[in-house]
């Protein structure tokens, strides 16, 4: 049989996490305000669930509210436009109206217009969930740039009395703009469900039973079979978080060749100079005598790098922001450098620059103070 030749939708390589924005209540509300209805005390919520106080919204604040001052923040720290994002996604079980969307009014309220937008009602996991289609959306070519948002107003579906859960709940926003990459920056997902716990955590009535009660059935409110969840979450999400590493090992792994490859360079460098970890390096001086001894800087960096289970590889050490992109990229041209370090104060114009001419990757590890770009 014939088929039509349809043209595919293809995306980035990889996704990553651009930016995040917060926001959450303005009422602090600690455990004494809260122990009195449930009849306990601060020591109990504190022994059980290491809260002290937390953020709880005003009555005229929507959770639609915070999603939205959280958005405004991812977006503008990512340093794109509210126009470029394709998809709005939103984790909630705080929509004031079953339709429409939240996302469609976040996404109308930020200017990302006519960008794709639904809600995830998944609770817990609905933010996780929301990431994990974003780097799918992106990687597909589905999307270039998505807005993940988990917004909840818990305050107002909470029954103070209720000593199973009231006191773990609060109010707010986190948001997230994903976008594509030039390395991996979101592993592989695992993610499931399991259907027979459907009753445990939950509402206390359907908003079918509310209507219908004529005033003899209680406003639907969170509640959840304590020990269950308690149990659940101890030992199954300890397996699953398990396979979640795994699954990453690989990436896992090549981040940290590449943090033995830049604490073996910096310790031979600094060594070199008669200088401690930590210290300013002399890029000119360290240049000057690369070119006078060939690789003996290398070879001793290569061997430390060999004692830390690392591949060695060629390194040329470059400076911060003091030098200019295109002395970066000669130097790497003339010397063929495997992985280029510098500073991590420079500027995101030199990793655009670098991204673009000879590197495929650019990673900040902060524990060593580098920043590594692997050649392409």
Same mark, same amino acid.
């Given at each position: 049989m014939a088929h039509v030749p349809l043209k595919i939708s293809e995306g980035a390589k990889f996704s990553r996490i651009y930016a995040l924005g917060a926001a959450r209540g303005s009422l602090s509300v600690t455990n004494d305000d809260i122990a009195g209805p449930i009849?306990?005390? %601060?020591?109990?919520?504190?022994?059980?669930?290491?809260?002290?106080t937390r953020k709880r919204a005003t009555k005229d604040v929507?959770?639609?509210? /915070? =999603?939205?001052?959280?958005?405004?923040?991812?977006?503008?720290?990512?340093?794109?436009?509210?126009? &470029?994002?394709?998809?709005? /996604?939103?984790?909630?079980?705080?929509?004031?109206? &079953?339709?429409?969307?939240?996302?469609?009014?976040?996404? %109308?309220?930020?200017?990302?217009?006519?960008? =794709?937008?639904?809600?995830i009602s998944a609770a817990c996991a609905g933010y996780t969930y929301g990431i994990a289609q974003a780097d799918s959306f992106v990687r597909s070519g589905l999307a270039k740039f998505v807005l993940v948002i988990g917004a909840e107003k818990l305050s107002e579906i909470v029954e103070p009395t209720d000593r199973s859960i009231s006191f773990l709940l609060g109010d707010g926003a986190g948001a997230t703009i994903v976008g594509p990459s030039d390395f991996p920056g979101i592993s592989p997902t695992v993610w499931?469900?399991?259907?027979? *716990?459907?009753d445990t955590i939950g509402m206390t009535n359907t908003l079918i039973e509310y209507r219908d009660g004529q005033g003899t059935i209680a406003w639907p409110t969170l509640h959840q079979e304590g020990q269950t969840v308690f149990r659940w979450a101890?030992?199954?999400?300890?397996?699953?978080?398990? *396979?979640?590493?795994?699954?990453?090992?690989?990436?896992?792994?090549?981040?940290k060749s590449e943090l033995c490859i830049g604490t073996a360079l910096e310790e031979a460098a600094l060594t070199q100079h008669g200088m401690?970890?930590?210290?300013?390096?002399?890029?000119?001086?360290?240049?000057?005598?690369?070119?006078?001894?060939?690789?003996?800087?290398? %070879?001793?960096?290569?061997?430390?790098?060999? =004692? =830390?289970g690392c591949t060695p590889q060629r390194i040329l050490i470059e400076s911060d922001t003091k030098r200019l992109a295109n002395m970066i990229v000669d130097a790497a041209n003339q010397w063929n450098a495997d992985l280029l370090v510098m500073g991590t104060h420079g500027r995101r114009g030199f990793e655009r620059l670098l991204v673009g001419s000879v590197a495929e990757h650019v990673i900040r590890i902060a524990t060593t103070s580098l920043m590594l770009v692997r050649e392409a």
């Amino acid at each position: 049989m014939a088929h039509v030749p349809l043209k595919i939708s293809e995306g980035a390589k990889f996704s990553r996490i651009y930016a995040l924005g917060a926001a959450r209540g303005s009422l602090s509300v600690t455990n004494d305000d809260i122990a009195g209805p449930i009849d306990s005390s %601060d020591e109990w919520i504190r022994q059980r669930t290491g809260v002290i106080t937390r953020k709880r919204a005003t009555k005229d604040v929507t959770a639609a509210d /915070l =999603a939205t001052e959280a958005a405004k923040e991812a977006i503008a720290k990512a340093g794109i436009k509210p126009e &470029q994002i394709d998809i709005v /996604l939103i984790s909630t079980i705080s929509n004031t109206v &079953q339709t429409p969307s939240m996302a469609a009014l976040v996404a %109308d309220r930020v200017g990302a217009t006519p960008a =794709a937008a639904y809600d995830i009602s998944a609770a817990c996991a609905g933010y996780t969930y929301g990431i994990a289609q974003a780097d799918s959306f992106v990687r597909s070519g589905l999307a270039k740039f998505v807005l993940v948002i988990g917004a909840e107003k818990l305050s107002e579906i909470v029954e103070p009395t209720d000593r199973s859960i009231s006191f773990l709940l609060g109010d707010g926003a986190g948001a997230t703009i994903v976008g594509p990459s030039d390395f991996p920056g979101i592993s592989p997902t695992v993610w499931g469900s399991d259907g027979s *716990k459907w009753d445990t955590i939950g509402m206390t009535n359907t908003l079918i039973e509310y209507r219908d009660g004529q005033g003899t059935i209680a406003w639907p409110t969170l509640h959840q079979e304590g020990q269950t969840v308690f149990r659940w979450a101890v030992w199954e999400m300890a397996k699953v978080a398990q *396979k979640a590493l795994d699954e990453a090992i690989h990436l896992a792994a090549a981040l940290k060749s590449e943090l033995c490859i830049g604490t073996a360079l910096e310790e031979a460098a600094l060594t070199q100079h008669g200088m401690g970890l930590g210290s300013y390096i002399d890029v000119d001086r360290v240049k000057q005598d690369m070119r006078a001894t060939g690789n003996a800087l290398l %070879d001793r960096a290569s061997a430390t790098a060999v =004692a =830390a289970g690392c591949t060695p590889q060629r390194i040329l050490i470059e400076s911060d922001t003091k030098r200019l992109a295109n002395m970066i990229v000669d130097a790497a041209n003339q010397w063929n450098a495997d992985l280029l370090v510098m500073g991590t104060h420079g500027r995101r114009g030199f990793e655009r620059l670098l991204v673009g001419s000879v590197a495929e990757h650019v990673i900040r590890i902060a524990t060593t103070s580098l920043m590594l770009v692997r050649e392409a």
